[in-house]
């Protein structure tokens, strides 16, 4: 099915961001693992997997459209070398993609594409309600604790 070439752009342009998520979720969860933080690595690694999840779904509503996936785009990851900069970097990307989400589905309402417009629903509703939550929750934590203390609760 031949789809519009706006339409087509934006969903690559949400792929980069997606694609960029995977690998900081990635490096970050690594970075916990190595820092003795296996359950803050084991979230992290799970939230990498889900975002390429999300990916995948744009590659193949792309491939659907009749479009090109571009997987060669990738944003400027933002690595945190602290516990609270990596959640917050961590945080940054998830309100980036929010943003992004909401003015594609309103782009998908206004051009009539109603499938791609849902599968972006769900997509918005894992990033705000499970992923940026998660991540506020974590920072909220640290304020709550002490960062020592939070940090010794993360541990396996």
Same mark, same amino acid.
């Given at each position: 099915?031949?789809?519009?070439?706006n339409i087509?752009?934006?969903? $690559?342009?949400?792929?980069a961001?997606?694609?960029t998520?995977v690998?900081?979720?990635?490096?970050?969860?690594?970075?916990?693992?190595?820092m003795?933080?296996?359950?803050l690595?084991e979230?992290?690694?799970?939230?990498?997997?889900?975002?390429?999840e999300?990916a995948?779904?744009?590659?193949?509503r792309i491939?659907?459209?009749?479009g090109?996936?571009?997987?060669?785009k990738?944003e400027a990851?933002?690595i945190?070398s602290t =516990?609270?900069?990596?959640?917050k970097?961590?945080?940054?990307?998830?309100y980036?993609?929010?943003?992004?989400?909401?003015?594609?589905?309103a782009?998908?309402?206004?051009?009539?594409?109603? =499938?791609?417009?849902e599968?972006?629903v769900?997509?918005?509703?894992?990033?705000?309600?499970?992923?940026?939550y998660?991540?506020e929750?974590q920072?909220?934590?640290?304020?709550l604790?002490?960062?020592? $203390?939070?940090?010794q609760?993360?541990?396996?």
């Amino acid at each position: 099915m031949q789809g519009k070439q706006n339409i087509i752009d934006l969903l $690559n342009t949400l792929l980069a961001g997606e694609l960029t998520a995977v690998d900081q979720y990635l490096l970050h969860g690594e970075m916990y693992a190595d820092m003795g933080l296996h359950k803050l690595a084991e979230k992290a690694l799970h939230e990498s997997a889900h975002e390429r999840e999300h990916a995948q779904a744009i590659i193949q509503r792309i491939l659907f459209l009749e479009g090109k996936p571009d997987l060669s785009k990738r944003e400027a990851l933002q690595i945190g070398s602290t =516990v609270p900069e990596m959640l917050k970097s961590d945080l940054a990307v998830e309100y980036k993609v929010t943003r992004e989400l909401k003015k594609a589905i309103a782009l998908c309402e206004q051009e009539a594409d109603y =499938v791609s417009r849902e599968m972006l629903v769900v997509q918005l509703d894992d990033t705000e309600m499970d992923h940026a939550y998660f991540l506020e929750k974590q920072l909220r934590l640290i304020e709550l604790t002490g960062l020592a $203390n939070y940090l010794q609760s993360q541990m396996a």
